[in-house]
């Protein structure tokens, strides 16, 4: 079936993961997404590669797509793009800013060509600002944003350590791109003007961190106030990163709930690890009669949790539910919490997941045949359409495999192609 973005065409210009993941999306919803790579390729092509050109980093990024081949530093290659970007109806482009203005593919003048395109940019930081022209990468905006800070983990040196099981900020720009595509078509459909979006590393750093970056002044003077103030001591003291977090504390006692953390984290169980993870009231009753415990301060509805002696309180509960927790294995932990009707779970490895049996019966994997490597399993669309499914199962594209194809859908020849391959403009 056709996909809700059926007849939508991109011209994706993108590197690494967060302008990808948004053509990804943008594709699993019907979009023909041709990605536009200089002569070299996107980068994550040699990325711990298995074959010429080809690593599992880059197919998982960017099936769906068709590969074009143009040197966008080539005056002829500026040339074709103008030609041909009157029929894209969607540009996705990541880099620091400038970047596209130099390439002469900037808003400004591809709009001159198509005056209702929806021109999507996403940088490091912003285009304004002290901070707009330095380089920007996921690593670099955890840190900036205080995501890293916020997960609190440090090597044996104590340096701070990244979230490394994934990429938060690349993956969520990526999303809100594809997001923000889809709002602005939908504004297009209305209106017929197309516009300029944008959003940075650091813009979707702060997003998912809402609940902590801002301010609510009520809050702020129970309790903000003093962690920023035990913070400012300890770096004004010239303390350590360590101690730092230390000041700070737990996400749990920065937001000024420490009891939180009895029910909403992690357990060391006979077998492997569980996560519990209660969220009101009636899930941590529910935990609490699965583990046993049954003289639990914080189950009080008195309990104050800014209390001197509130953080002892907790310790003492947490010693105990730990020691409860290593006497049973993951199953019969998951049978117990379950039978309360409780969220928890075992702590999965990654690299098993494919085969999990949940995965499998949600259909969450999909098959696609590439056509150099032949069949693969890849991890399918964020989102399942119920009315308009898309019937993308494209593989990720071999480097130019859909130069002429695409070419030739543009309304160009085989004597045009050819003398703009001689120029070096396409490959």
Same mark, same amino acid.
Not at 163 to 168: H, L, Q, R, V
Not at 187 to 196: D, L
């Given at each position: 079936m056709a996909g809700t973005l059926d007849g939508i065409k991109v011209f994706e210009v993108t590197q690494i993961l967060a302008g990808p993941f948004c053509g990804l999306n943008l594709a699993d919803l019907g979009a023909d997404v041709i990605k536009v790579e200089p002569p070299s390729g996107d980068g994550t092509r040699? &990325?711990?590669?298995?074959?010429?050109?080809?690593?599992?980093?880059?197919?998982?990024?960017?099936?769906?797509?068709?590969?074009?081949v143009i040197d966008l530093a080539h005056d002829r290659g500026r040339e074709l793009v103008y030609r041909i970007i009157p029929s894209f109806d969607v540009f996705v482009i990541n880099s620091r800013p400038g970047v596209p203005e130099r390439l002469g593919v900037d +808003?400004?003048?591809?709009?001159?060509?198509?005056?209702?395109? %929806? +021109?999507?940019?996403? &940088? !490091?930081? !912003?285009?304004s600002g002290p901070s707009a022209q330095r380089s920007g990468s996921?690593?670099?905006a955890q840190a900036y944003s205080g995501l890293m800070a916020g997960d609190a983990k440090t090597d044996e040196f104590g340096a701070p350590q990244p979230? &490394?099981?994934?990429?938060?900020a690349d993956f969520t720009a990526g999303m809100a791109g594809a997001m923000g595509i889809c709002a602005a078509l939908f504004?297009?459909?209305?209106?017929?003007?197309?516009?300029?979006l944008e959003s940075s590393l650091l813009q979707v750093g702060l997003a998912v961190q809402n609940y902590v970056v801002?301010?609510?002044? %009520? +809050?702020?003077?129970?309790?903000?106030?003093?962690?920023r103030q035990r913070i400012e001591d300890v770096q004004e003291a010239g303390g350590s990163y360590d101690e730092i977090l230390n000041a700070r504390g737990d996400m749990f006692s920065a937001l000024g709930y420490s009891a939180g953390r009895l029910y909403y984290g992690g357990y060391v169980v006979q077998d492997g690890g569980i996560v519990l993870g209660a969220l009101t009231p009636a899930n941590r009753d529910q935990m609490r009669r699965a583990i046993g415990i049954d003289d639990d301060p914080t189950a009080d509805e008195n309990f104050d949790a800014f209390a001197p002696d509130a953080n002892a309180r907790v310790?003492?509960? +947490?010693?105990?539910?730990?020691?409860?927790?290593?006497?049973?294995?993951?199953?019969?932990?998951?049978?117990?919490?379950?039978?309360? !009707?409780a969220p928890v779970s075992k702590v999965n490895i990654p690299d098993m997941m494919a085969e999990d049996p949940q995965v499998q019966a949600m259909g969450y994997m999909m098959e696609v045949e590439h056509a150099t490597t032949g069949p693969e399993l890849m991890v399918g669309p964020a989102v399942t359409m119920g009315g308009t499914p898309s019937d993308n199962v494209l593989a990720s594209p071999p480097l130019g495999h859909h130069t002429d194809e695409v070419l030739h859908e543009l309304g160009l020849n085989d004597t045009e192609i050819a003398d703009y391959r001689a120029s070096g403009a396409v490959v």
């Open positions: 040699v &990325s711990a590669a298995f074959a010429p050109g080809e690593s599992k980093f880059f197919h998982a990024l960017n099936r769906g797509k068709r590969s074009l +808003y400004e003048t591809l709009r001159q060509h198509r005056p209702d395109l %929806v +021109y999507f940019e996403n &940088s !490091g930081f !912003g285009r996921d690593i670099v979230i &490394s099981a994934t990429a938060p504004h297009r459909e209305r209106t017929g003007e197309g516009q300029y801002s301010r609510v002044p %009520v +809050y702020e003077a129970m309790v903000g106030d003093q962690v310790d003492e509960v +947490y010693e105990r539910i730990r020691a409860i927790m290593r006497t049973r294995t993951m199953d019969e932990w998951i049978e117990r919490f379950d039978a309360e !009707g």
